[in-house]
């Protein structure tokens, strides 16, 4: 892949909401654990309703794509996740307009994303978010030239997996203090979701 194309960024939102539905009970439990216990129902949710909204349009263009799942996450999606993400995918729109999605251009949208949700969250990396994957694929991106799947695969997934034994200092799960230790970020997962998914679209 040299450029993210239309059929790519709709077939990347597509593989991610498999991923979520798939999982929708899992990142229940590990929300139930720390959390309150909603992230799968808001994420699915989230998701199902960027799936209809996608698949109801043409587009011309990748921007646009992420473009209509920002909006869409942002008015269906309650809780912190849905602004969240909302946010990252709207800076990934804004970074793509007017232009080809080549691997600069891409690395660039997802380091925007990243600064766009430490700020909407005031969170920083190591605080247990989602930040803390999104943080882990940018500095691999910003490392690498091309778009390669195992890079982004791997990156996320040292992301998600250092959530685990960090204490969480932003969100609900900031109020167990050290009793967050040893559990899952849920939003990590979801986010190692979306990028895993972005690694088979690569592959492809
Ligand atoms: P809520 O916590 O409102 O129920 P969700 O359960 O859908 O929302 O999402 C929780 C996830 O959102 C967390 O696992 C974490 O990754 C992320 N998150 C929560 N608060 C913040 C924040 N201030 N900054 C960044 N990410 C956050
Ligand atoms: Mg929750
Ligand atoms: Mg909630």
Redesign the pocket.
């Known amino acids: 892949m040299d450029n993210l194309q239309v059929e790519h960024a709709l077939d990347w939102m597509a593989k991610t909401n498999e991923k979520i539905q798939d999982n929708k009970e899992y990142l229940t439990t590990?929300?139930q654990a720390?959390?309150?216990?909603?992230?799968g129902i808001?994420?699915a949710r989230g998701f199902g309703e960027v799936m209809k909204k996608l698949n109801g349009e043409a587009y011309q263009h990748a921007a646009d794509v992420m473009k209509d799942a920002a909006m869409t996450l942002m008015s269906k999606?309650?809780?912190?996740?849905?602004p969240?993400y909302g946010t990252a995918f709207l800076k990934l729109s804004m970074t793509f307009k007017g232009t080809d999605v080549d691997y600069a251009t891409f690395s660039k949208g997802i380091e925007d994303a990243l600064n766009g949700?430490?700020q909407?969250?005031?969170?920083e990396i190591g605080?247990?978010?989602?930040?803390d994957v999104w943080s882990a694929v940018a500095n691999a991106l910003r490392e690498n030239e091309g778009f390669d799947s195992e890079v982004i695969l791997q990156s996320a997934k040292s992301g998600m997996e250092g959530?685990k034994d960090i204490k969480a200092t932003?969100?609900?799960?900031a109020y167990l203090g050290d009793r967050s230790i040893g559990h899952l970020?849920?939003?990590?997962v979801?986010?190692f979701y979306l990028f895993e998914s972005l690694a088979e679209v690569i592959n492809e």
């Open positions: 590990l929300d720390i959390g309150d216990g909603d992230h808001n994420m999606v309650g809780g912190a996740a849905g969240l949700v430490k909407r969250g005031k969170a605080e247990k978010t989602l930040v959530s932003k969100g609900r799960a970020d849920p939003g990590s979801s986010s």
